[in-house]
């Protein structure tokens, strides 16, 4: 049973990073998937930079790799691989992250509930005794449930339709 | 200088500072000394193009920004030093819209080594926040610049 579970979610898990706009758009790449544990990794890129002087990465962008990781921990975690939503989420940062290097974040649903999922999650840069941010996050199912996952299809649909940016200096789509 | 403008120069000094604000599009609206910034709305920072809601980590990222923006800038005279996150917490309270987003800090303590911040996003109004941050961050060491 936890065989086809796990072949389910390695079919499911890239559309996560892929189906995720904001992801793409920081250019988070999916690395492993297992019941209750998530690994995403993060080439590193000048246009994530936090201050220009160290070219150090935003601590935001890690923020948002940890968010990632540790919500597709969550979804991996539940019976039935429900689509989730973050409660909170704390982040230690332990250290700068080294310019140039790809950052890896490493996620475990350590105790899930009926609705909720409680996750810890670590970023580093290959050597996982010397992390640069950890976390502690807790996420809940979604209440609109199933069809808010989506297939890949309605997804790339539903990532069509999506609203214009609403100007013209913004972020890009 | 006028207090205002060189506030308002300040700011735009602190932000240029920060590639990745840039990248968000994030900008700011001073009302006197008081600074809010705006998270533009772009497909990019979607989590759920399902649920057409933000990204939590795009929200994140924004409060980040804003505390340390708040901080940089709250030195008297011309000198920028943007500090370093130590420890954050966020909560998210309401599903993000897409739509833009604003954000205001609020010090709550700045000691010489340390400070403490609570920052609020919200779209609609201020009195339904759809996540709220705090943390400590590490004060950096002015860097002057003239």
Redesign the interface.
């Known amino acids: 049973m936890n065989e086809d579970k796990l072949k389910r979610l390695w079919d499911l898990a890239p559309m996560f990073v892929e ?8 250019g988070f790449k999916f690395v492993a998937i297992d019941i209750g544990r998530a690994t995403l990794s993060l080439p590193y890129d ?8 160290t070219k150090v ?5 890690l ?6 990781a540790s ?1 597709l921990a969550a979804v991996s975690s539940f019976d039935n691989t429900m ?1 989730v ?9 332990m250290r ?1 992250a080294t310019p140039g290097k790809t950052i890896i974040a490493e996620a475990h649903a350590y105790k899930t509930t009926t609705h909720i999922a409680f996750v810890r999650a670590v970023a580093h840069e290959g050597d996982v005794d010397d992390p640069v941010a950890s976390s502690q996050a807790s996420f809940m199912t ?1 209440s ?1 449930g199933r ?4 297939t890949p299809l ?2 790339t649909k ?2 069509k339709d ?6 013209s ?5 | 200088m006028s207090d205002q403008t060189s506030r308002d120069d300040k700011v735009k000094r602190a932000l240029a500072n920060i590639p990745y604000a840039a990248e968000l599009g994030i900008q700011p609206i001073l009302m006197g000394q008081e600074l809010t910034l705006v998270l533009p709305y772009s497909p990019g920072i979607i989590g759920n193009p399902m649920l057409k809601a933000l990204h939590g980590g795009a929200v994140g990222a924004f409060l980040e920004t804003c505390a340390i923006v708040q901080l940089g800038i709250a030195g008297e005279g011309e000198e920028l030093a943007l500090p370093k996150p130590i420890g954050i917490n966020i909560d998210y309270l309401r599903r993000g819209r897409p739509q833009d987003t604003y954000a205001r800090a609020v010090i709550g303590r700045s000691g010489s080594r340390v400070a403490n911040v609570r920052v609020k996003a919200w779209q609609d109004s201020l009195q339904t926040p759809i996540s709220i941050l705090h943390g400590n961050f590490l004060i950096a060491k002015a860097t002057s610049k003239k």
């Open positions: 189906g995720t706009p904001h992801a793409k758009f920081l000048e246009r994530l930079i936090g201050n220009a002087q990465l935003h601590g935001g962008v923020t948002a790799l940890l968010d990632q919500g689509p939503a973050t409660l909170d989420l704390r982040i230690d940062y700068a979604t609109s069809k808010t996952f989506g309605e997804r539903a990532i999506l609203p214009p940016a609403t100007d200096k913004g972020g890009r789509s």
